[in-house]
Structure formats: C-alpha cells, structure tokens
C-alpha cells in the first residue's frame, strides 16, 4: 500500500522557518517524482516544488525560489521541504504527492500526480 505522511507544519512569524518531512512507503522510492502543493483557503492548490528522485531534477515555483529547498534522504524513503524567509502568503496546507510516470513539463499540475498525502499546516503569522 502506497502511503505518503506529511509532516513538521506549524505557526511561525514572518521570516522564520519550518522543515516539511513527507516519509513515503509502499512503492520504489526511486522511481519516483515527489512534490509539494499547498492550498490556502479559497484558492486552488498550487504547485510549490518537486523532485525527481533517480535524477534530482528540482522545480520550483517561481515564488518560493531563493527561499524554499527540497531535498529527499533515499536512506529514509524521505523528502523534505525546507522553508526558509517565510511570509504570510505562504500559510496553507502543504500535501506531498507522489507519481511514478510524470512528464517533466507538467510537474506542477495537481491533476497528474497518482499518490498523495494528508496535509500539514503551515501558518506565517505577520
């Protein structure tokens, strides 16, 4: 059974900084793209980064870059989302979504991903 588990989301003032932690099971880890999407109240989800795990391609949205990183832990089955220089528009849920057949140029739309997990909050306070 595939399972994707977020984590590490919480309240932080404008500035500061969280670690996200999606620890997947159920499915060959390199085989993968993983990704984060967040969803604030009244918006679509959005497409915040990813990572090919046999490769290391990385996306991210143009609006976190320089403050975001992703970064996955093969050992551990494990990607992260370090967010560094948070602001308020940055408060959603954050869901990791795994697919195995992920066309690269279509990294950021929510519909393609197979896997997904429970979200995590992120509140930036200001």
């Known amino acids: 059974e595939v399972q994707l588990q977020a984590s590490g989301g919480g309240l932080v003032q404008t500035g500061g900084s969280l670690r996200l932690s999606c620890a997947t099971s159920g499915f060959v880890f390199d085989d993968y793209a993983i990704a984060w999407f967040r969803q604030a109240p009244g918006k679509q989800r959005e497409g915040v980064s990813s990572i090919r795990i046999s490769n290391g391609d990385i996306y991210y949205t143009d609006s976190v870059k320089g403050r975001f990183t992703i970064s996955s832990d093969n050992a551990k089955n494990t990607v992260y989302l370090q967010m560094n220089s948070l602001k308020p528009e940055d408060t959603a849920v954050y869901y990791c979504?795994?697919?195995?057949?992920?066309?690269?140029?279509?990294?950021?739309?929510?519909?393609?991903?197979?896997?997904w997990g429970q979200g995590t909050l992120v509140t930036v306070s200001s």
């Open positions: 979504a795994a697919d195995r057949t992920l066309i690269w140029g279509r990294v950021q739309f929510a519909s393609d991903y197979d896997y």
